[in-house]
């Protein structure tokens, strides 16, 4: 992600190749971004998806020639505003919060940060449950 686009939507990922530029896009499960590559005239090549656990919002790895690379960008541009169209206006603020989230953890060596605070959280709780059904009997 060192090459960054000003889309919070779209992620460039460094992958050698002579012919094409891969990304990350977010989407939903209706692929709203597919009509805008169909209408900006752009062929993507789709990879493995990541659906967001809570989220109506799957991360869609692609790839398109380099030469179509500034379609694609013009494509990607319009996606905000038909998430906010097609009913979704929390679409920026996840793809924002996503990005931080992404950020925090490439910082942190691989690590999310509250990740252990849950894992002892989770710790406490059966510990806690375990004491209470001792105590019940």
């Known amino acids: 992600m060192s090459r960054e686009y000003n889309e919070s939507c779209c992620w460039t990922i460094e992958k050698f190749s002579f012919f094409h530029n891969y990304f990350a896009i977010i989407d939903t499960a209706d692929y709203l971004a597919d009509q805008l590559f169909i209408k900006h005239q752009v062929r993507v090549g789709f990879g493995p998806e990541f659906v967001c656990p809570n989220a109506p919002y799957r991360v869609i790895m692609c790839k398109c020639w380099k030469r179509d690379v500034d379609a694609f960008l013009a494509a990607i541009r319009e996606l905000p505003n038909k998430m ?54």
């Open 84 to 137: 906010l169209l097609c009913g979704h206006p929390d679409y920026l603020t996840f793809c924002e919060d996503l990005k931080k989230k992404v950020q925090t953890v490439r910082d942190n060596g691989g690590v999310l940060t509250n990740e252990t605070d849950d894992t002892a959280q989770k710790v406490e709780q059966e510990s806690a449950k375990g004491a209470t059904c001792q105590a019940a009997r």
